[in-house]
């Protein structure tokens, strides 16, 4: 057992928490920005964004990496204006692990913003108004930190989904090992090839890195409390 | 220092449509709940946008449907005071204060420490809105509100979450911080006693109309409307038909009434107000009906009766209400036989 620990390729470990954080990032504004704009839309509106923004959530993943590749394959337009004009490729590259996790772990950001934002009192963002204050430190003072507690569980879940996608990663961004081969990866190509200790390895590895993760974040998120009584 | 208002705004179902004008002092809205009094409010702040009309503040015009004038909230910048005082749930009421006021935060000290002594809230500074009484939360929004010196001040339903003793201890200590104020104040309750104390006039709302505008201590005395007459709290109005210029039929208890003043054409229902109502105990002839008692309530001050025509079981029953103290004392704690309707104090309305 030890054997197998010391001769490890630890890079997946690297990729996967690279992959998540970055995903995190990039689905956390878009989330937010997502359910600002929503928000505003009429109501048919509304339903039909809504449910398009929610498709990743309840699609196979295999359906967004099928997307992402007809997006970016360099055989297809798009893909072969990026590589053309900006020399960038997302077919079989890190950058193709990120979008496929970001992809399918905005609709929690999305959503969990959402609901957040609803949740808070019209009254407050209305005295707000009246007391001068720009849409933008409205925004950012009053409205977020109230909606706190909502983005931060809605960013933990986007981490945790980020970090253990598997479907859209695989056809976007291959089985690279250093380069594209995150922790799931390595999971399924080990088990599929027989090796099942170092597969068990990984999924340990994983397990322990999506607890600590997810319980480092739930405390961060909830120290120097919010101060509203929050339903027991 | 002046504000006009002159507003129509279409909701389904629902018809809001008001103009009234405040010159310096304070001015109420008394209506019912869902009238359209926080509305109307919303309108002036620029929360909610009319269809048509005017809103102008000393010369500003802040909305004008014709030269398609409609200021942002921000640039309206009148002072709101919310049912719920909308204090920021996570700032300590010393951040609340502070972000209302512009300029750098070191700057911002010196103005909030002043503030906060003149509300009365030292040390409680650091504490978080849902550390603060009702009553220390509403002086910290009235603090929030005033430090940028708004024009206008507007209370929506300022005591509503408040009770007994306290309401009567704010409503004091809010009139002595509101005499500071120079500006107009526009106030919004459904409570005739809140509007009474506050206000030197008063607007009436019913079912989202202006119906009636004037002084507060004339609309009181003498209601005009039927509605007017209901808003301010009187109980006993009936129908009536004319019978000479100075008699009717009040057709809801079938009894014929003497006026002092004269009946006008338009005149079309008459009002008394329960605690107006002269218990008798032998006919008096003019005004004085022979009742039944037909239920009684008390208060801790006051005996709440109803009683009906005794010649006619099918009128309306009539409230009277009597001090508790002088009705004893006059040795008659009795329910009378007779209820006389006395002449000065029935109100002619539309």
């Not at chain 1, 509304?46 to 309840?58: A, G, H, Q, R, Y």
């Not at chain 1, 808070?120 to 409205?138: C, F, G, H, K, P």
């Not at chain 2, 015009?61 to 002072?79: H, M, P």
């Not at chain 2, 989202?208 to 003498?222: C, N």
Request: aromatic content about 10%; hydrophobic content about 45%.
């Amino acid at each position: 057992m030890s054997e197998i620990v010391q001769n490890l390729d630890w890079s997946p470990l690297w990729i996967s928490l690279k992959t998540g954080i970055a995903a995190t990032i990039i689905a956390f504004f878009l989330g937010i920005f997502a359910a600002r704009w929503v928000m505003k839309l009429n109501n048919r509106m509304k339903w039909i964004v809504d449910s398009l923004f929610t498709l990743p959530l309840v699609l196979p993943p295999t359906v967004a990496g099928f997307f992402l590749l007809l997006l970016f394959s360099l055989r297809r337009p798009f893909g072969q204006f990026l590589m053309i004009h900006f020399n960038i490729r997302i077919v079989q590259t890190w950058a193709g692990c990120v979008i496929a996790a970001a992809v399918i772990a905005f609709p929690l950001m999305y959503r969990n913003a959402r609901a957040a934002f609803e949740q808070v009192d019209m009254n407050m963002i209305y005295a707000a108004r009246t007391l001068q204050l720009s849409e933008w430190i409205i925004f950012w003072k009053i409205v977020m930190p109230i909606a706190r507690p909502g983005i931060a569980s809605g960013a933990v879940l986007t981490f945790a989904r980020a970090l253990g996608e598997y479907g859209a990663t695989s056809m976007l961004a291959g089985n690279i090992l250093g380069k594209t081969r995150t922790i799931s990866i390595a999971i399924a190509s080990e088990t599929a090839a027989g090796n099942f200790d170092v597969a068990g390895v990984w999924v340990v590895v994983i397990i322990l890195v999506s607890f600590g993760m997810v319980f480092l974040i739930n405390m961060v998120s909830h120290r120097g409390s919010n101060p509203v009584e929050r339903w027991k | 220092m002046a504000l006009q208002v002159d507003i129509k705004k279409k909701f389904p179902g629902f018809y809001l449509e008001t103009a009234f004008e405040i010159n310096g002092g304070c001015m109420g809205i008394l209506g019912a709940s869902g009238c359209g009094k926080s509305m109307t409010l919303k309108c002036i702040a620029g929360i909610e946008t009319p269809d048509e009309g005017r809103i102008v503040l000393n010369g500003r015009t802040f909305y004008d449907s014709q030269k398609k004038i409609n200021l942002r909230t921000q640039e309206r910048g009148v002072g709101y005071l919310f049912q719920n005082y909308a204090l920021f749930p996570t700032m300590t009421l010393e951040e609340n204060i502070a972000i209302a006021i512009p300029g750098k935060n070191k700057e911002k000290q010196g103005t909030v420490q002043a503030v906060i002594r003149q509300f009365r809230l030292e040390g409680l500074e650091k504490r978080y809105p849902s550390e603060l009484s009702g009553g220390q939360q509403q002086r910290g929004a009235l603090a929030r509100m005033l430090v940028h010196k708004p024009e206008l001040i507007m209370l929506d339903e300022p005591f509503s979450a408040l009770d007994g003793f306290l309401k009567d201890v704010l409503q004091l200590e809010m009139l002595e911080l509101l005499q500071q104020y120079e500006g107009n104040v526009l106030m919004v309750s459904h409570n005739r006693d809140e509007i009474f104390k506050f206000c030197d006039s008063m607007t009436l709302l019913s079912d989202g109309r202006g119906i009636l505008t004037g002084s507060v201590r004339e609309i009181f005395e003498m209601p005009k409307k039927m509605e007017a007459a209901r808003l301010t709290g009187c109980k006993n109005i009936s129908a009536i038909t004319k019978i000479g210029e100075y008699q009717l039929l009040a057709l809801d208890w079938n009894m014929i009434l003497n006026t002092r003043e004269k009946i006008g054409d338009h005149t079309a229902f008459v009002g008394v107000r329960a605690h107006r109502l002269m218990p008798a105990w032998e006919n008096t002839g003019e005004n004085t009906m022979k009742i039944v008692q037909d239920g009684y309530t008390e208060t801790p001050f006051e005996r709440q009766y109803l009683f009906r025509n005794a010649k006619d079981e099918n009128s309306s029953r009539i409230w009277w209400i009597a001090d508790k103290e002088k009705f004893t004392a006059n040795g008659e704690g009795e329910f009378p036989p007779y209820m006389k309707f006395p002449k000065e104090h029935l109100m002619l309305l539309e």
